[in-house]
């Protein structure tokens, strides 16, 4: 037992090495590749703080944890948001994508701290609010992808054109059934 604590200092040096070994052979190998990391992982700039924060938030035991919860899982959320629309080139999904980060972010942070912390009470008050969020999440997502198209498909793509012609063919047919109609009164 005695030789542990100048065996971990020894370990953590060993480990701490490697990883450095590691990030820097992966950075080379990008760099010889020209693999642009950057452009795609930017928003673990955003997820690696919101996932620290919440972190720290599920350690303490006072009432700034649950808030310090919160705040990390709203960052996470939107990091993980940022690194979706990133990958998929999905950045107008930010019209409906806002649900999940408030509420969705508050609803999760209420449920991790309820969890961590045995607190049945959060976790029921965070699940509705998570329910609440995914919602208005669906209903967007509906309304913006299916019945518009923002992203170029869905109803907005094909039905919203074909609806106009078809109401442009009632609107022609109109017209001309009143035209065939004999002007004046029936006698």
Same mark, same amino acid.
């Given at each position: 037992?005695?030789?542990?604590?100048?065996?971990?200092?020894?370990?953590? !040096?060993?480990?701490?090495?490697?990883?450095?070994?590691?990030?820097?052979?992966?950075? #080379?190998? /990008?760099?010889?590749?020209? !693999?642009?990391?950057?452009?795609?992982?930017?928003?673990?700039?955003? $997820?690696?703080?919101? $996932?620290?924060?919440?972190?720290? +938030?599920?350690?303490?035991?006072?009432?700034?944890?649950?808030?310090?919860?919160?705040? @990390?899982? $709203?960052?996470?959320?939107? +990091?993980? *948001?940022?690194?979706?629309?990133?990958?998929?080139?999905?950045?107008?999904?930010?019209?409906? /994508?806002?649900? #999940? *980060?408030?509420? +969705?972010?508050? @609803? #999760?942070?209420?449920?991790?701290?309820?969890?961590?912390?045995?607190?049945?009470? #959060?976790?029921?008050?965070?699940?509705?609010?998570?329910? $609440? /969020?995914?919602?208005?999440?669906?209903?967007?997502?509906?309304?913006? =992808?299916?019945?518009?198209?923002?992203? @170029?498909?869905?109803?907005?793509?094909?039905?919203?054109?074909?609806?106009?012609?078809?109401?442009?063919?009632?609107?022609?047919?109109?017209?001309?059934?009143?035209?065939?109609?004999? =002007?004046?009164?029936?006698?």
């Amino acid at each position: 037992m005695g030789n542990q604590p100048h065996n971990m200092p020894q370990r953590n !040096l060993w480990v701490s090495g490697i990883v450095l070994m590691v990030l820097g052979a992966l950075w #080379l190998f /990008a760099q010889v590749f020209d !693999l642009q990391l950057g452009a795609i992982f930017w928003p673990w700039f955003v $997820i690696v703080p919101g $996932i620290l924060l919440l972190v720290w +938030g599920l350690s303490l035991q006072s009432g700034s944890g649950l808030g310090l919860s919160i705040a @990390g899982s $709203i960052v996470t959320v939107v +990091g993980l *948001v940022l690194f979706y629309q990133q990958l998929f080139d999905q950045f107008q999904s930010w019209a409906y /994508a806002w649900a #999940l *980060v408030a509420p +969705g972010g508050v @609803g #999760l942070g209420h449920v991790l701290y309820g969890v961590f912390h045995n607190d049945q009470a #959060l976790v029921r008050t965070g699940s509705r609010i998570l329910g $609440i /969020a995914a919602a208005i999440f669906v209903g967007g997502l509906i309304f913006f =992808e299916v019945i518009i198209g923002i992203s @170029g498909y869905g109803l907005g793509f094909w039905a919203w054109p074909l609806l106009l012609i078809v109401a442009g063919m009632a609107v022609v047919g109109l017209g001309l059934w009143r035209n065939s109609r004999p =002007e004046g009164p029936p006698q």
